[in-house]
T-cell receptor, first 115, second 112 residues
Framework: DAEITQSPRHKITETGRQVTLACHQT?????MFWYRQDLGHGLRLIHY???????NKGEVSDGYSVSRSNTEDLPLTLESAASSQTSVYFC??????????????FGPGTRLTVT | DQQVKQNSPSLSVQEGRISILNCDYT??????FLWYKKYPAEGPTFLIS?????DKNEDGRFTVFLNKSAKHLSLHIVPSQPGDSAVYFC???????????FGKGTRLSVIA
């Protein structure tokens, strides 16, 4: 069965460290997204990609970067982790319009703690 | 500026009764609306959607209503069950390949 996975599921890191969160999908979706979920803020878009070599900034992109070298993966990098980046991170993917429905399929999330 | 608003952070309903979750939006370009359900320690899962050409979409116990003139949609769950207890997110998309915009969510508690 097609799926979307995230690793690690839990991560504790120190302020100033570089951290990379992995996202892998086997749906063959062109679109991939990264969100963070914080109490009182819901789901906020960090970065997204519409295909290989395409990346775009979302609402809360400062301090984060992504790269898309293949269809299946969109790793999220925190260049220099800050305590404000303590959050739960969700990766999602979807079809292009016309290829399928609009809904995004979400991964199980990564809980990141920056100490 | 919040484009998708869920003004009720929480809602408590008795088992068997109707749950009504509300969502308002400000962007008139939105033409597709979705509801997601999220359990603790899991990713959100798609529940039901509606396009702007419809005013109602039904799937089992779940019905979504869209009032375009009021820029308002609602999710009705009838009858509510304890397993429906979760956080519900409303999301909207504009025409074309644009990212979904999510509301802050409403935590539904269904009491047995």
């Amino acid at each position: 069965d097609a799926e979307i996975t995230q690793s690690p599921r839990h991560k504790i890191t120190e302020t100033g460290r570089q951290v990379t969160l992995a996202c892998h999908q086997t749906w063959n979706h062109n679109n991939m997204f990264w969100y963070r979920q914080d109490l009182g803020h819901g789901l906020r878009l960090i970065h997204y990609s519409y295909g290989v070599q395409d990346t775009n900034k979302g609402e809360v992109s400062d301090g984060y970067s992504v790269s898309r070298s293949n269809t299946e993966d969109l790793p999220l990098t925190l260049e220099s982790a800050a305590s404000s980046q303590t959050s739960v991170y969700f990766c999602a993917s979807s079809y292009l319009p016309g290829q399928g429905s609009y809904e995004q399929y979400f991964g199980p999330g990564t809980r990141l703690t920056v100490t | 500026d919040q484009q998708v608003k869920q003004n009720s952070p929480s809602l408590s309903v008795q088992e068997g009764r109707i749950s009504i979750l509300n969502c308002d939006y400000t962007n008139s370009m939105f033409d597709y609306f979705l509801w997601y359900k999220k359990y603790p320690a899991e990713g959100p899962t798609f529940l039901i959607s509606i396009s702007s050409i419809k005013d109602k979409n039904e799937d089992g116990r779940f019905t979504v209503f869209l009032n375009k003139s009021a820029k308002h949609l609602s999710l009705h769950i009838v009858p509510s069950q304890p397993g429906d207890s979760a956080v519900y997110f409303c999301a909207a998309s504009a025409l074309g390949n644009t990212p979904l915009v999510f509301g802050k969510g409403t935590r539904l508690s269904v009491i047995a």
